[in-house]
T-cell receptor
Framework: GDSVTQMEGPVTLSEEAFLTINCTYT??????LFWYVQYPGEGLQLLLK?????DKGSNKGFEATYRKETTSFHLEKGSVQVSDSAVYFC????????????FGTGTRLTIIP | SAVISQKPSRDICQRGTSLTIQCQVD?????MFWYRQQPGQSLTLIAT?????????ESGFVIDKFPISRPNLTFSTLTVSNLSPEDSSIYLC????????????FGSGTQLSVL
């Protein structure tokens, strides 16, 4: 079945450091890929997505590129801020409307001033 | 976007009792979903709640343990029955919203602890 393997956390970085959170997936067909973020006390929010190979999703300085050859969708940001502290979830949507998602385990990111 | 209110935000329950979680959406939505996030685990889809029909459960989840109601297009409840410590998790409601590019919205979750 479909699965998502996500970099284990927690991850602690200093402000302005470079961030990479790894995500790889297993799926049949051509899934869409997502990164969701959960800030403290809030629900999950869509951060970015990519719907086909070589697409790059981007939002709030974060980027992730859909790499079919390596079945990966790594999340990157060039300079993190304290406000980026949150839990990040990689997910894939393999059905037609992508309304049912398969999630990774989440990575807790803490940014230190 | 859809605004989702989920309650309670947290609860501590005794073994053998039940907890009902409510999910209220500020707009009419066709599809609502219930997810579970066990400690250190990923989110797992429990069921899809469609108005006017019975919920559709994913493999490993059954109606007797997780009865779901969907009386209208803005509201759903999930009951976790006959609680055991293994049910201690975060339960999340989500909705499928077609009006914007961001199609899946989540509530803030209910943290359940079973003693």
């Amino acid at each position: 079945g479909d699965s998502v393997t996500q970099m284990e956390g927690p991850v602690t970085l200093s402000e302005e450091a470079f961030l990479t959170i790894n995500c790889t997936y297993t799926a049949t067909g051509y899934p869409s890929l997502f990164w969701y973020v959960q800030y403290p006390g809030e629900g999950l929010q869509l951060l970015l997505k990519a719907t086909k190979a070589d697409d790059k999703g981007s939002n709030k300085g974060f980027e992730a590129t859909y790499r079919k050859e390596t079945t990966s969708f790594h999340l990157e940001k060039g300079s993190v801020q304290v406000s980026d502290s949150a839990v990040y979830f990689c997910a894939l949507g393999a059905n037609f409307g992508n309304e049912k998602l398969t999630f990774g385990t989440g990575t807790r990111l803490t940014i230190i001033p | 976007s859809a605004v989702i209110s989920q309650k309670p935000s947290r609860d501590i329950c005794q073994r053998g009792t039940s907890l009902t979680i409510q999910c209220q959406v500020d707009s009419q939505v066709t599809m609502m979903f219930w997810y579970r996030q066990q400690p250190g685990q990923s989110l797992t889809l429990i069921a899809t709640a469609n108005q006017g029909s019975e919920a559709t459960y994913e493999s490993g989840f059954v109606i007797d343990k997780f009865p779901i109601s969907r009386p209208n297009l803005t509201f759903s409840t999930l009951t976790v029955s006959n609680l055991s410590p293994e049910d201690s998790s975060i339960y999340l409601c989500s909705v499928w919203w077609l009006a914007t590019n961001e199609k899946l919205f989540f509530g803030s979750g209910t943290q359940l602890s079973v003693l």
